[in-house]
């Protein structure tokens, strides 16, 4: 099944261009073509869980929907675990060969899913861990271009593509050393794209230049741990705003966007074993939240308060029970939910970090919670998409059935939850 609606945008676009020269529609008929054209292009969706890497979206989604709400589900041309992105009516995400080790960057009509474009680039094939794919990676869009990025054991590839599929730009930044294979994905900051490349060998944090691909600066790293989280921004009360990372050996690291330089950094995790920040750091007003951990050992979230002018900022609080290892904590209003890989779910108080409840909400997952219109999704590994409400009570509304392996994150925009399982896109909507 490919497309279950007819295209709305282009129907819209072909009667506007009439209007320049056709009798004048009814006021009212005006306005409902507008109205249509915005729900289309309501707020884009343009990086790893979104807006800042908050997670939400003021989208109203079905809370329970079978294959009717699908607008589409096209088959992908390689698997992945990374997550789309999107701009106006385009869908972005980057696909993998795993006999071959082809990165497949591409492009999705949001309307009507069928592929636009794609290309298929040769890349080493190497060893990765057995969850991890040769493009779990999210890329980021801009009005301009998209970016993705791969890493093997010989090259960490940064690539910018036009909207229209043709290359802007290619950027090789050196190996990347870690046996669990490549995952980190990239955000755009002003004129800058920013990655965290701390891995087991050679690290740094990374600002190029998003017209071009030149690296603006470079923070060396000693990070001992390859690394997937995805950096976030904070803005204090005055507006200025500092770049967010985590790190396993650094901890929480604040660094100003313009000149590269180390503001304040917090070892908040602890050495005395090696552990891995996947989870992706979170603001929640004056609060920086970042996470940490290992599968079997100690996992961390931890709430930290940045003081101007200080090398260090203030712990606030800490939960080290029930904690997501690779799901990134979600914050709606003043609840902070934690949904760890067992599919167990915290809500506490995002401003002093007391537990509020915890309950089973579904299986074994490894995507992180997104909110829309008021509730919660979030994905197990087998396909099951649990939905309650953001509103701090638990109650599971409903359970949506994929039946395909899913590892992704969700990207909601125009109305719509876009979901990558193992093989497809999926588009789902009123």
Known sequence: MHKVNDSVQPRIERRFDTMKTAIPLSRHILIGFI???????????????????????????????????????????????????????????????????????????????????????????????????????????????????????????????????????????????????????????????????????????????RANGEVRWRIARDSRSLTYSTPC?????????????????????????????????????????????????????????????????????????????RTEAKEIWRIERSVPHIPTPLIVDRWIYLWNDQGILTCADNRTGETLWNERAGGEGYSSAVCAGGHIYRVSVKGEVSVLPADGTFTILATNLLNEPCFATPAVAGGRIFIRTRDHLIAVAE
């Open 35 to 209: 109205c249509l054209l915005s729900d289309l292009r309501a707020d884009d969706w343009t990086r790893f869980r979104g807006p800042n890497g908050s997670g939400q979206a003021a989208d109203k989604i079905p809370v329970k929907w079978s294959v009717e709400n699908y607008k589409w589900k096209t088959k992908l041309p390689g698997i992945g675990h990374g997550s789309p992105v999107v701009q106006g009516n385009r869908v972005f995400l980057l696909a993998g060969d795993e006999d071959s080790g082809a990165r497949m960057p591409l492009c999705v009509d949001a309307v009507k899913g069928r592929i636009l474009w794609r290309h298929t680039l040769e890349a080493e094939k190497h060893r990765h861990h057995r969850q991890n794919t040769f493009a779990s990676s999210t890329p980021t869009v801009d009005e301009q271009r998209v970016y993705f990025t791969w890493g093997t054991p010989k090259a960490l590839t940064i690539i910018a593509y036009q909207h229209d599929g043709t290359k802007a730009w290619e950027t090789d930044l050196g190996p990347v050393k870690g046996g669990h294979g490549f995952g980190a994905s990239p955000i755009l900051h002003g004129e800058l794209l920013i990655l965290n490349n701390d891995q087991d060998g050679e690290s740094s944090l990374l600002a190029l230049d």
């Open 233 to 309: 921004v904070y803005r204090d009360s005055e507006g200025r705003e500092t770049l967010v990372f985590t790190n396993w050996h650094h901890g929480i690291t604040g660094v100003d966007p313009a000149t590269g330089k180390v503001l304040w950094e917090n070892d908040v995790f602890g050495k005395p074993s090696s552990e891995r920040a996947i989870g992706s750091p979170v603001t929640a007003g004056d609060l920086v939240i970042g996470s940490c951990g290992f599968v079997t050992k100690l996992k961390h979230v931890v709430a930290l308060r940045p003081v101007p002018g």
